[in-house]
């Protein structure tokens, strides 16, 4: 007993003052994304009580979760009511003054990294093992994946962030989650998290960091990995962790903010100690072994309403089960395969890498989506944008019918005009299927990128096993 | 924020489990850079239906809202999202405490900064609340204390601090920069710099 788990060790390291039981601990924030939707309040705190930001080079500024994800070439595009509507136009435009008058650095429209916020991060090499790292959105767990310990906050913690760069935080409890086993083919890391929110709940992880580990992890990439570790919130987690290894540094090494000549090698040196003591304990352990797991689609309004895809969905007799599945209009005892699609949407920060864009290639090359679906792919980043292009993805893309769009959030959260209509239904590759998440009425389908490839071609939601 | 000590009032009842901050406030109504009015946001999608005429049988529509300051909801309450719009427009529409058996980690967070007072109770207490709307009971943030209209007395769990401040109405930004020159020492004697 006495060891460590890495999430005690990247605490311990960001204690400015420690917790006692009359006040929570000062708790330092090494990078701090902000976007245009979740801080407005929190700059007119800083105006109103005449604060500086404390460390603009410790901030890392977008725009995402509004933007148009059509081409804004210039801001008076914004005020075409085909682009945008008026709130989200005068909400970028705030945003821009905002990094101006405080002198954060913004990666906005025309910018090579303009992006999802946690896709950005680790695209430019922001996002760094051992380091604290928060956003005011809800899938900072994602960070992560790289020995990063990441966490969503609110507008409020945004603004203590921007003037004082700490958190009063109380430390969280520890669980572990053991994957082992070899995916079948078909069946990717989307699969994997969404099976283990269907095992522990929607609140499975409430008051808990969840350290990922086991074999399987350990064969994951990066990508793969970001996809488990952003779906920690759905299971109610604060964070999500990966210990980093070899696979981290290596997708570290050479980008912007990464550290660079000795310092990479120094930097290394201090990563390699982020990893759990082997005498330290959790709170709680939960083992899950995927050599026999399915492609996984949710059936109900929240992601822990998940089945495999072959099998019928369960019948509980319970109010908010019922809600649910009248709300999708689907019915108990039967499997979602063969439900009809309307939209396919591939992209958020669960789902829009190189990894998930080239899984969805692969499976829509040389063919077509139906002709009932409409399928939309988002790329994460400005950056994956291009990589993508330089790949010929576009190409199959759009020649299978599939539109090509700008780098957002778009269809994850519906506020821009990315929108799904009432009753349409969405196989999605995002991360929440909440009642109208992807717009009013609209009916959420969670799913891997190769199942929501294999679908749009489908017409119906489809096994990607079948495709392959 | 507004100091809270002891309140009585009827409770209002969502008895929905994991009700999520976007059915809270769907996220077309987070375009707002302010935070006036937001309570008219409140469960939107719940509230009004497409054309915006009112659903009749939900709770929050019912006559005699305005004097439910209390909602009882389901398991797991605000799950999802870290949007603290979905706080704002509960404090907005005049709630002052939510009452479950469990609350999600980050709206429980968020409320707390907002006077919204997070009240954790026991899953008997809780079917009680759930079955009795418009129960009269009392929120004592000081004796950290829920009364039910039978006599029963539960005790709630709030963190010290965060009692603190609601009692006194205290923004937290204030006591962090009370802590500038810890921060800057930290800064400065840090092992390695972010
Ligand atoms: S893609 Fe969706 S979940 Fe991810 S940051 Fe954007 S809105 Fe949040």
């Known amino acids: 007993m006495g060891g ?42 800083l105006r109103e009580k005449k604060l500086p930001v404390r460390r603009p080079d410790l901030m890392l500024a977008t725009m995402d979760h509004s933007t148009p994800t059509v081409p804004v070439n210039d801001l008076s595009a914004l005020d075409d009511p085909a682009i945008s509507a008026p709130e989200p136009a005068k909400q970028i435009r705030q ?26 991060g680790p695209e430019i090499g922001a996002t760094q093992p051992g380091k604290t790292i928060v956003c005011g959105d809800s899938h900072s767990s994602t960070h992560g994946a790289f020995g990063a310990l990441g966490f969503g906050i609110g507008t409020t913690e945004v603004g203590h962030v921007l003037a004082t760069q700490c958190l009063l935080q109380r430390k969280a409890k520890s669980m572990a989650v053991n994957i082992t ?23 499975g992880g409430t008051g808990h960091v969840i350290e990922y580990r086991g074999e399987t992890i350990r064969g994951l990439n990066m990508d793969e990995r970001m996809t488990i570790c952003n779906m920690s919130i759905e299971a109610g987690a604060r964070a999500g962790m990966i210990a980093p290894d070899e696979t981290t540094f290596a997708y570290m090494k050479g980008r912007d903010k990464a550290p660079q000549g000795e310092d990479w ?40 309403m998940v089945a495999s895809i072959s099998k019928a969905i369960p019948k509980i007799d319970d109010l908010s089960f019922n809600k649910a599945i009248n709300y999708m209009q689907v019915k108990a005892d039967q499997p979602m395969l063969g439900t009809k699609v309307d939209i396919v949407f591939v992209g958020s920060c669960t789902n829009s890498r190189m990894t998930d864009l080239h899984s ?10 139906a002709s009932n679906v409409r399928m939309m792919i988002v790329p994460g980043s400005e950056a994956l944008k291009s990589q993508a292009e330089t790949d010929g993805l576009d190409k199959i893309f759009t020649a299978a019918g599939a539109e090509w769009r700008e780098a957002g959030c778009s269809m994850c959260l519906g506020m821009n005009s990315d929108k799904l209509g009432k009753g349409q239904l969405c196989v999605s590759t995002s991360n929440r299927n909440f009642e109208g998440r992807q717009g009013p009425g609209g009916r959420t389908v969670l799913a891997s990128p190769e199942t929501a490839a294999a679908s749009a071609i489908a017409g119906v939601i489809a096994d990607p096993r079948d495709y392959i | 924020m507004e100091k809270l000590t002891k309140l009585t009032s009827k409770t209002t009842v969502l008895p929905i489990d994991d009700v999520d901050t976007d059915q809270i406030i769907p996220a077309r109504f987070l375009t707002t850079t302010t935070r006036e009015g937001i309570g008219k946001a409140l469960f939107a999608d719940w509230r009004f239906d497409a054309q915006g005429n009112t659903i009749k049988d939900f709770p929050l529509n019912a006559p005699g809202i305005a004097e439910c300051k209390f ?39 968020n409320s707390l900064k907002n006077g919204l007072v997070p009240v954790i109770v026991d899953n008997d207490t809780h079917q009680w609340l759930l079955a009795n709307p418009g129960a009269e009971v009392t929120v004592d943030v000081e004796a950290r204390e829920l009364r039910l209209p039978t006599g029963k007395t539960v005790t709630f769990p709030i963190d010290n601090f965060a009692r603190h401040c609601i009692l ?12 500038v020159d810890n921060i800057g020492r930290f800064e400065n004697n840090r092992s390695w710099q972010p």
């Open chain 2, 71 to 109: 909602l009882v909801a389901g398991r797991n309450f605000g799950c999802g999202s870290s949007r603290e719009h979905a706080p704002w427009s509960l404090v907005d529409f005049g709630i002052r405490a939510v009452i479950s058996s469990e609350i999600a980690d980050i709206f429980r967070n």
């Open chain 1, 95 to 120: 945003m821009i003054v905002n990094c101006e008058e405080f002198g954060i650095e913004l990666h906005g429209f025309g910018d090579h990294h303009r992006g999802i916020v946690h896709v950005i």
């Open chain 1, 265 to 304: 090698n120094i930097a290394v040196e201090r990563w390699k100690e982020l990893k759990t003591d082997a005498d330290a304990s959790f709170d709680k352990e939960v083992s899950l072994d995927i050599s026999d797991l399915e492609p996984q689609v949710t059936f109900g309004t929240n992601p822990a």
């Open chain 1, 360 to 369: 969805v290639a692969k499976i829509l090359d040389g063919k077509k989506v």
């Open chain 1, 181 to 203: 086993g070899k995916l079948q083919p078909g069946v990717s890391a989307k699969d994997i998290i969404l099976a283990l929110i269907g095992k522990i709940g929607v609140d």
């Open chain 1, 4 to 45: 460590k788990t890495l999430f005690d060790k990247v605490w311990d390291d960001h204690v400015v003052v420690p917790e006692n039981e009359q006040t929570p601990a000062v708790f330092y924030i090494d990078l701090h994304i902000v976007h245009e939707v979740t801080t407005p309040q929190a700059f007119d705190m």
């Open chain 2, 168 to 179: 006194e109405g205290i923004d937290q930004t204030g006591f962090l920069m009370q802590n």
